[in-house]
């Protein structure tokens, strides 16, 4: 079946850090894939998508790159704040009964002191 | 941009109860809205996809008797919880997805989440 796996948490940086969060998927066919963020106390919110493979998704300093060689769709930022503590669950795309639901990954929470 | 809630929040029963929470799209039409329930440091788990004016469809092991969808207009979907017991607490999470042909897409939008604590 269509599962996805990412690292646990949490993650603690310092702020300006580089930041990598690990995603890889099992799935057939080809799946879209995404990453989606969740601030304290609020719902999940698109952080960024790849559609197809060798993909590059990007969006607030955040980019992944669609690897269907590794399966993978690996989190980075360059230099993260403090606004960025979250969590973030990648996610891939699958159809069902003709119509596409999410997968999720378990979540990896971000926190970033100043 | 394009807004989902929910309502309550956060809610306690007692068991034996039922418990109605409602999710909106607030500047959107959703033909599709899903329920998710998210378990301690565990991923979200789809429940159930529902259509507008249509009956919900629910994922394998996931009592439909147990958990009633109703989606009835286009900005709103309820999930009730019925007779509900301590192993139904959990965050339960919907997602609203835009009629085709708008411009959200094919993009799922979340709610905050409503936390279920049964007693």
């Known amino acids: 079946g269509n599962s996805v796996t990412q690292m646990e948490g949490p993650v603690t940086l310092s702020e300006e850090a580089f930041l990598t969060i690990n995603c890889t998927y099992t799935?057939?066919?080809?799946?879209?894939l995404f990453w989606y963020v969740q601030y304290p106390g609020e719902g999940l919110q698109l952080l960024l998508k790849?559609?197809?493979?060798?993909d590059k998704g990007s969006n607030k300093g955040f980019e992944a790159t669609y690897r269907k060689e590794t399966t993978s769709f690996h989190l980075e930022k360059g230099s993260v704040q403090v606004s960025d503590s979250a969590v973030y669950f990648c996610?891939?795309?699958?159809?069902?009964?003709?119509?596409?639901?999410?997968?999720f990954g378990k979540g990896t929470m971000l926190l970033v002191s100043p | 941009g394009a807004v989902v809630s929910q309502h309550p929040s956060r809610v306690i029963c007692k068991s034996g109860t039922s418990v109605k929470i409602e999710c909106r799209s607030l500047?959107?039409?959703?033909?599709?809205m899903f329920w998710y329930r998210q378990f301690p440091k565990k991923s979200l788990m789809l429940m159930a996809t529902?259509?507008?004016?249509?009956?919900?469809?629910?994922e394998q092991g996931v009592e439909k008797d147990k958990f009633l969808i109703n989606h009835a207009s286009l900005t709103l979907s309820t999930l009730t919880v019925t007779s509900a017991h301590p192993e139904d607490s959990s965050f339960y999470i919907c997602?609203?997805?835009?009629?085709?042909?708008?411009?959200?897409?094919?993009?799922?939008?979340f709610g905050p989440g409503t936390r279920l604590l049964v007693l």
């Open positions: 997602s609203a997805r835009a009629t085709p042909g708008q411009a959200t897409g094919e993009t799922q939008y």
């Open positions: 799935a057939t066919g080809y799946p879209s």
């Open positions: 790849a559609t197809k493979a060798d």
């Open positions: 996610a891939l795309r699958r159809m069902n009964s003709g119509y596409s639901t999410l997968t």
């Open positions: 500047d959107f039409q959703a033909t599709t």
């Open positions: 529902s259509n507008e004016g249509s009956k919900a469809t629910y």
